[in-house]
C-alpha cells in the first residue's frame, strides 16, 4: 500500500468536484493523487508541478488545478 500521502505531515491541499464523484490530495514533491469517491479507490497518481503543492480545486467538475509552493499552475482534464 502507497502510504506516501497518508500521513497528515505529507498532505498539503485537498478538494472535492463540484459534482462529488473525485477527491484530489497534493502533498509534498508536487504528487497529486485522484480518488474516484463513487467507486472507493484511486483513479490515477499525477506528477504535479515541480514543488510542493499547495492548491488543489476543481475549476469545473471535469478540470483539476494545482498551484506549487512557487506559484505555478498545473491543469489535468479528468474523465468522465
Known amino acids: 500500500k502507497d502510504q506516501s500521502l497518508s500521513a497528515p505531515a505529507c498532505l498539503r491541499a485537498v478538494a472535492v468536484s463540484p459534482d462529488g464523484r473525485w477527491l484530489a490530495a497534493g502533498g509534498k514533491g508536487g504528487m497529486l493523487v485522484v480518488r474516484d469517491v463513487r467507486a472507493r479507490a484511486v483513479a490515477g497518481v499525477l506528477g504535479g508541478p515541480g514543488e510542493d503543492v499547495v492548491f488543489v480545486g476543481f475549476r469545473d467538475p471535469a478540470t ?13 482534464a479528468v474523465d468522465r
Open 64 to 76: 483539476l488545478v494545482a498551484v506549487d509552493r512557487g506559484g505555478e499552475l498545473t491543469t489535468w
